[in-house]
């Protein structure tokens, strides 16, 4: 079992908005402003879209954004388009000994 | 431009012990700033954190799989290694390597992936 939840599915029509969250603890995602978020198509590798919670990394379009509250964090994509269709995985620092922890990933699909 | 590359063998037997190399270009691993992780993602599944190695040689490892991972660089080469022992079926995954940021704990460049099939 992962250590940071997240929803196993999404869906949204082209144009629209959905949102991922992140579950975790104070020792991971509560604790820390370093979530990170990663996209990953079929057969290749994660691609970073967002750093520190809700910074976007050159080049990730601003349709891309996260926040956090508490234990979870959140990624919302808005207005949806064909090739945002992948699998979203968070990620957390969880401190110096565990370092970091992932999500179990989402996928989107993009009806 | 940065990029990382794994290589390593594609088939493994139980119980014998996996050697990966991560080879950098792009950065120092002497570099203050970054470090190396190895990541593996069994098929269909989610991403795993397994080690970690900064440029002034602390290490992390992963709780769970902490008995059974070395992790280790060579500057001069601008690579990493990973062994894990003692490896079984469920060990199947693709790895990855991924350099990660000081401070921000991102892991903004990534190897394509190397899939290690572990099978008598």
């Known amino acids: 079992q992962s250590a940071l939840t997240q929803p196993r599915s999404v869906s949204g029509s082209p144009g629209q908005s959905v949102t991922i969250s992140c579950t975790g603890t104070?020792?991971?995602?509560?604790?820390?402003?370093?979530v990170s978020w990663y996209q990953q198509h079929p057969g290749k590798a994660p691609k970073l879209m967002i750093y520190?919670?809700?910074k976007r990394p050159s080049g990730v379009p601003d349709r891309f954004s996260g926040s956090k509250s508490g234990n979870t964090a959140s990624l919302t994509i808005s207005g949806l388009q064909a090739e945002d269709e992948a699998d979203y995985y968070c990620?957390?620092?969880?401190?110096?000994?565990?370092?970091?922890?992932f999500g179990g990933g989402t996928k989107l699909t993009v009806l | 431009q940065v990029t990382l590359k794994e290589s390593g063998p594609v088939l493994v037997k139980p119980t014998e012990t996996l050697t990966l190399t991560c080879t950098v270009s792009?950065?120092?691993?002497?570099?203050?700033?970054?470090?190396v992780s190895w990541i593996r993602q069994p098929p269909g599944k989610a991403l795993e954190w397994l080690a970690h190695?900064?440029?002034?040689?602390?290490?992390s490892y992963s709780t769970s799989l902490k008995s059974r991972l070395t992790i280790s660089k060579d500057t001069s080469k601008s690579q990493v290694v990973l062994t894990m022992t003692n490896m079984d079926p469920v060990d199947t995954a693709t790895y990855y390597c991924?350099?990660?940021?000081?401070?921000?704990?991102?892991?903004?460049?990534w190897g394509q992936g190397t899939l290690v099939t572990v099978s008598s």
């Open positions: 991924a350099r990660i940021r000081l401070g921000y704990y991102d892991f903004g460049y």
């Open positions: 792009g950065f120092s691993l002497s570099n203050a700033r970054m470090g």
């Open positions: 190695i900064f440029s002034n040689d602390e290490k």
């Open positions: 104070s020792s991971d995602v509560g604790g820390y402003n370093y």
């Open positions: 520190d919670v809700s």
């Open positions: 990620c957390s620092y969880a401190g110096s000994y565990t370092l970091v922890v």
